[in-house]
């Protein structure tokens, strides 16, 4: 069974610095990873996604993951957080042979940056 | 352009009462989806459609329905609303093929009374 975990409720850090949003993942054979971002009262919006290729996969507004086959994990980075970076977010995997409707998202975690 | 619509954008109903949200695509997508949200979980899939063929997920209660009366429209009936069912629902579409990123309404949050 695939499953994914993101182990932090919530993650705090000052405007300007460096952030990181962990997730980790356990599924059969090779993974497709995704990352979404939640703002108040809105749907789901796609970030980012690992499907092949070069571990380290950039994204929109300036956010990247990189892909760590070893450790099963998919870390959220971003160099330097801006205040409109709070948002809830997501972490998704399914197999790579399965249909899309198998995909399965993490709890979330909740993205606080003050100013 | 809005992409995937949701209406309405809140919907109140009563305890029992049937409620119907309604979603509309402009992406010619052939996959669309309904997840439940509560309280900033994980989104829940309720069921999907491939094409027109309806997928229902084994814990979805039977109280759910779901409607795709052609590519672009997709309706989840909820047919004796209880509290419980208080909730954000988000609607989803993808395109087989392309690597099947979903994109989101903006969801519909349905309050029972």
Known sequence: AQSVAQPEDQVNVAEGNPLTVKCTYSVSGNPYLFWYV?????????????????????????????FNKSQTSFHLKKPSALVSDS????????????????????????????? | DAMVIQNPRYQVTQFGKP???????????????????KSSQAPKLLFHYYDKDFNNEADTPDNFQSRRPNTSFCFLDIRSPGLGDAAMYLCATSKTGQNEKLFFGSGTQLSVL
Not at chain 1, 90 to 105: D, E, L, N, Q, T
Not at chain 2, 19 to 37: A, F
Request: aromatic fraction near 16%; include cysteine.
């Open chain 2, 19 to 37: 409620v119907t949200l309604s979603c509309s695509q402009t992406l010619n997508h052939n996959v669309m989806y309904w997840y439940q949200q």
């Open chain 1, 38 to 66: 939640q703002y108040p009262n809105r749907g789901l919006q796609f970030l980012l996604k690992y499907i092949t290729g070069d571990n380290l996969v950039k994204g929109s507004y300036g956010f990247e993951a990189e």
């Open chain 1, 87 to 115: 948002a809830l977010y997501f972490c998704a995997v399914r197999a790579r042979y399965s249909s899309a409707s198998k995909i399965i998202f993490g709890s979330g975690t909740r993205l606080s940056i003050r100013p």
